[in-house]
Every structure is written in C-alpha cells, then in structure tokens.
C-alpha cells in the first residue's frame, strides 16, 4: 500500500548572516580578543528604531572606509526575571541578516571580554572588491 506523501514545510532557511565558518587563524584572533578593531558602535541610550538606523549608518561609514572589523556594543539580553532590557541586543541579528550589507558580512561573533563580552559583537566584513 502506498503511503500518501506529505507536502514539505517551507524550505530551511539558509546559513544566517555572519555564521559560516571563516579561517582558524581569525576565529582564534576573535576568541583571544587579539583583533584589531577598526571601527566601534555604542548603541547604548538609543531606542530600538535610532539604534537600527544608527547601526546601519555605521556600516555604511565601515563599509566605505574599508573596515574589516567593527565592534557593536549594545548591551547584555537580561534573562525573563530580570528588567526588560536587552532588546536591541535581541534584534541584532535579524537587523544585520536583513539589512543591504547582508552580503558584505563574513562572520558576526560574540566579543571578547576585554571588548565588552555578552554585551558586544564582532562583525567582520568581507574585502572590498577591487574595480
């Protein structure tokens, strides 16, 4: 007897932004704290909205002055019995997966704590294209 087929759910979606593997000797860099940080943002004091569009603005500078790195501080995520705060935190990842420099990011990691650890993030992009 022939078993009916279910339809398939909606397709996984894809590796997000800034996860993939990138070389061992960056992860080691960015695990050590030993990186060089060539562009930092404090979202810290902004609202959810002002901290996107800061952010985004950010990356625009960093992406034209040719950053490799940037440091985005925004605070820890406080777990459910603490004050509600942490949000930009929590949005950080959607805002970087959804936003045009999507496909400049190599890899978005936790920071070391000397640069501000749960609190703050690595985002490395990718080289400038040449022309």
Do not use: C, F
């Amino acid at each position: 007897m022939l078993q009916p087929t279910l339809a398939k759910g909606p397709a996984k979606p894809s590796t997000p932004v800034g996860s993939a593997p990138i070389d061992k000797a960056w992860e080691r860099d960015l695990r050590s704290g030993r990186i060089s940080i060539d562009m930092t943002i404090d979202l810290h004091g902004h609202y959810l909205a002002g901290a996107h569009t800061a952010l985004s603005r950010a990356l625009d500078r960093a992406t034209a002055m040719g950053a490799r790195v940037v440091l985005v501080i925004a605070g820890k995520v406080r777990g459910p019995d603490e004050a509600p705060r942490g949000a930009i935190r929590r949005e950080l990842a959607t805002w970087l997966a959804h936003s045009h420099h999507a496909s400049r990011i190599l890899a978005v990691r936790n920071a070391h704590p000397r640069h501000g650890g749960a609190g703050a993030l690595y985002v490395v992009l990718r080289k400038a294209e040449r022309s």
